[in-house]
């Protein structure tokens, strides 16, 4: 089962930054907070990962709180091409990558 | 940009009939992985695969699934005795087990259709 509590949906208006929470009460020390997305049943896309900083990419920031318990993936300015599920896992850094899956958050962002 | 690729794109089979999924892992990666997402579920995972073996499997991957890399590019999902229940979308994926900070990257998943 995953590890991970997310919204099952949410809105956002075109240009505007998405916050999508992620709690993850039970997270382990080792282990990592990813982010994919998926759009429409296209394959999940990789989109940014932290273990306790902050992180920035050219796609997304995450933001992880100090006692590492929740998170927020940040998209700066939503684009309608933004509209997908956004899983928000946990797993251990390193070469091996099984993802665990669960329903993630539905983004519509609006024109 | 290096990517996953899998082949067929939709594959549309009798029910009874054998399948063969078809994916090019990153040239460099060693782990291989296959994952099946029934129309509005969720991602499942199914297997695993590192150094010509299966490194782990759930309880979906019976005896009617089986993996197999058959040469140094492709890796192989086939199916036996199709059920219509098996009727997903599966998505193949790899990641470089030298990597200390890494990802995984998914193919864009053939659509099985059983009929």
């Known amino acids: 089962d995953a590890k991970t509590t997310q919204p099952p949906s949410m809105d956002c208006a075109e240009g505007r930054a998405a916050n999508l929470p992620c709690n993850h009460s039970?997270?382990?020390?080792?282990?990592?907070v990813y982010w994919y997305r998926q759009i429409h049943s296209q394959g999940p896309q990789y989109i940014i990962h932290?273990?306790?900083n902050n992180e920035t990419n050219e796609m997304a920031s995450l933001i992880i709180t100090e006692d590492r318990k929740s998170s927020t993936l940040i998209l700066p300015h939503a684009t309608l091409r933004d509209t997908a599920v956004y899983y928000c896992?946990?797993?251990?850094?390193?070469?091996?990558?099984?993802?665990?899956f669960g329903t993630g958050t539905k983004l519509q962002v609006i024109p | 940009e290096p990517e996953v690729t899998q082949t067929p794109s939709h594959q549309v089979t009798q029910m009874g009939q054998e399948v063969i999924l078809r994916c090019v892992p990153i040239?460099?990666?060693?782990?291989f992985y296959w994952y099946r997402q029934i129309l509005g579920q969720k991602v499942e995972f199914l297997v695993s695969?590192?150094?010509?073996?299966?490194?782990?499997k759930s309880e979906i991957f019976d005896d009617q699934f089986s993996v197999e890399r058959p040469d140094g590019s492709n890796f192989t999902l086939k199916i036996r005795s199709t059920k219509l229940e098996d009727s997903a979308m599966y998505f193949c994926a790899s990641s470089d087990p030298g990597a200390a900070d890494t990802e995984a990257f998914f193919g864009q998943g053939t659509r099985l259709t059983v009929v």
């Open positions: 932290g273990l306790k």
């Open positions: 695969f590192y150094n010509n073996e299966i490194s782990e």
């Open positions: 039970t997270i382990s020390g080792n282990e990592y």
């Open positions: 040239s460099n990666h060693l782990y």
């Open positions: 896992v946990l797993e251990p850094s390193g070469g091996y990558q099984k993802v665990t």
